[in-house]
């Protein structure tokens, strides 16, 4: 399938410091200390009781975000480090822990996503009005989902209505000629639940790119770009539906399914292509036997698409498509008192449909996995393990066990150990005359240390690891492809809190990264497009039917090559936001993102937006 067939939808650093410790005591009001994320362990489980780090980010905190991307409401989030190639809508690359951009696994309703050419997520194109949550697991996590999740995995969860039936509609306009809207229907009765929502969003954009391609230096290779700069704008149009619904049979059987498209029509600066019209696509579903307190049976499948139509001009170029579809099937036992039994199998398979001829078009991979979690007082114990059989590379076989323990009344500390694998793209295995089918895959294990204090409306964390990948896939130029010949480390440490001091909330996070390519010509050097430093705070306050925010965030320097030899500037931004509820439905949201007009890359000669305000008027009855 490709979009050619498809049928169109019509229809900052220093503001970190104010989380000090001495303030955080002063903190009144509870946070949600039952709060739930199931992505950690595949099995709902409280974040306070999570043995491996986690970040929720909920519907809440994403509507006063009033972030206009996935992207922007990742920024700075601890241990997440972003490029992006030119503005909204563009290509967006994510590093978690600083391991590669394809080492992160992406759910989206226990879908996995991502191109099965390329191995990257299009989070640009996942529409943020259609997300009602987001889990972060920092750590590896292949002992459970398999290949991908070596600095760990990112789950969207799309809406999910409840209470009685309702409308609601959304309007916004911006700088670059931004306009979107939106409408939608939800809600549920007693067995049942649905709900739709469509949106439209479109910008004219800013000029992506600021360089063009020397041949002589090599100098804005990543523009492609080999006459003279284009210093047009960029726009970027798209359009999303999402469809959800599930029924009760019983007390104990349930099905749910949902559907999420979205169609992009995004523009950028290159002379081999500079147009592209794509679909990200995830359908899914999930049936759900639960015939007692200690059993708990689900099969889950669905299909992911990835695709794009490319274009110079009017002219078309090539188009590539990937299919991925996937099913699990997993068991949930209580085999005693505070300790569960998970057992599971997994299918995925992988297809590419594309104008470029590659060697293989279809791969499937088959896995079984265990996992223990048992509670014993205080402390608390998992371990997990999988085996993977993959039709191209053989068997693999990873594990993870992880201790925790509280103590003291309010603390708690925690210590891991795992190891991952990131299976080859098509791309490095199979494309014609510049792949290698012998590839081995990528492989590390890390070592995890956390503590974390949870008082009366306040949380702190501080998590450290050390992560150590071998066999990088890298470009060998003694054989003109892709090849086994790297590895590497990153170390770090992220500091989390959260509080509510005098009526306002704060959430803030700080990361340190260390980073080194550890083999071949560049050993020694920093991985490209880490940054050693990261933060970001939001603080917010409600004034009765009015409430004013403030998002802070940044990153410290970086280099974009291997080479270590284009430094790119450290950087940070100040978000104000304030929001006004016209009525208990009817809210207008006014935002200035990039306060002080600071000029940055995160990539090479790519531009990002300068100063830009947005407003938003929403009609949401709360049911």
Not at 415 to 430: H, R, V
Not at 438 to 453: F, N, R
Not at 566 to 578: E, N, S
Request: one cysteine or more.
């Amino acid at each position: 399938m490709s979009p050619r067939n498809a049928t169109p939808i019509h229809a900052a650093l220093a503001l970190a410091c104010a989380l000090a410790l001495p303030a955080l005591a002063r903190a009144q009001a509870a946070t949600d200390l039952d709060e739930v994320v199931v992505t950690a362990n595949r099995t709902a489980i409280s974040v306070n009781d999570a043995l491996t780090p986690v970040e929720v980010i909920d519907a809440e905190q994403i509507r006063h975000s009033q972030a206009r991307s996935l992207p922007e409401l990742l920024q700075g989030r601890a241990g997440i480090s972003l490029s992006n190639q030119g503005g909204q809508g563009k290509l967006t690359t994510l590093f978690l822990r600083g391991a590669e951009s394809d080492h992160v696994l992406v759910l989206v309703d226990g879908i996995r996503i991502g191109s099965s050419t390329s191995g990257l997520v299009s989070f640009q194109d996942l529409p943020i009005e259609m997300i009602e949550r987001v889990e972060i697991v920092r750590g590896p996590r292949a002992s459970l989902y398999g290949s991908d999740a070596i600095g760990g995995v990112i789950q969207v969860f799309t809406r999910r209505d409840r209470g009685a039936f309702v409308p609601r509609v959304r309007f916004d306009a911006g700088s670059n000629d931004s306009l979107g809207y939106g409408m939608g229907f939800g809600g549920a009765s007693e067995r049942a639940w649905f709900g739709a929502d469509y949106q439209h969003t479109r910008t004219t954009g800013i000029n992506a790119c600021n360089g063009f391609f020397d041949p002589l230096t090599f100098d804005g290779a990543g523009c492609f770009i080999a006459t003279d700069s284009q210093p047009d704008r960029d726009g970027y149009d798209k359009d999303a539906l999402s469809l959800r619904g599930g029924v009760q049979f019983g007390e104990q059987w349930s099905l749910e399914g949902h559907a999420l498209r979205n169609e992009g029509d995004n523009e950028f600066d290159g002379d081999f292509t500079d147009r592209s019209e794509t679909i990200q696509q995830v359908i899914g579903g999930k049936l759900r036997w639960r015939p007692s307190e200690r059993v708990d049976l689900h099969l889950t499948a669905g299909r992911n698409v990835d695709a794009s139509d490319n274009f110079l001009g009017e002219d078309f170029v090539d188009f590539f498509s990937t299919d991925r579809d996937s099913a699990t099937l997993q068991g949930d036992f209580g085999i005693a008192s505070g300790q569960l039994l998970t057992l599971g199998l997994d299918w995925l398979r992988d297809r590419v449909d594309a104008t470029t001829t590659y060697d293989e078009t279809e791969r499937d991979n088959k896995a079984a996995f265990v996992q223990y979690q048992g509670r014993f007082g205080a402390q608390s114990l998992e371990a997990s393990v999988r085996r993977d059989d993959n039709e191209q590379f053989g068997g693999h076989t990873t594990g993870s066990a992880a201790w925790g323990m509280s103590f003291a009344e309010n603390w708690r500390v925690r210590a891991g150990y795992g190891t991952a694998f990131k299976a080859p793209t098509f791309n490095e295995l199979y494309f014609p005359f510049f792949s290698n089918p012998d590839l081995d895959p990528e492989e590390s294990e890390t070592w995890e240390l956390g503590v974390g204090w949870q008082g009366d409306g306040v949380g702190v964390n501080l998590d450290a690891f050390s992560t150590d990948v071998d066999d990088l896939i890298a470009f060998d130029a003694s054989q003109n492809r892709p090849n086994n010949v790297d590895s590497a480390r990153m170390r770090g440490a992220e500091l989390t809190a959260n509080a509510t001091l005098a009526d306002w909330t704060v959430n803030g996070a700080i990361s340190w990264l260390d980073t080194e390519n550890r083999s071949g010509f560049f050993e020694g050097n920093d991985l490209a497009r880490r940054a050693k430093n990261s933060a970001r705070i939001e603080i917010d306050r409600a004034f009765g039917a009015f409430r004013v925010g403030v998002t802070a965030a940044g990153e410290g320097s970086r280099y974009d090559d291997v080479a270590n030899t284009r430094r790119l500037a450290g950087y940070g931004t100040l978000d104000l936001r304030a929001e006004y509820a016209l009525s208990d439905a009817l809210t207008l949201q006014a935002r200035v993102a990039n306060v002080f007009d600071r000029e940055y890359e995160t990539v090479s000669f790519y531009n990002q937006p300068g100063r830009e305000w947005y407003l938003t008027l929403r009609y949401a009855p709360v049911n």
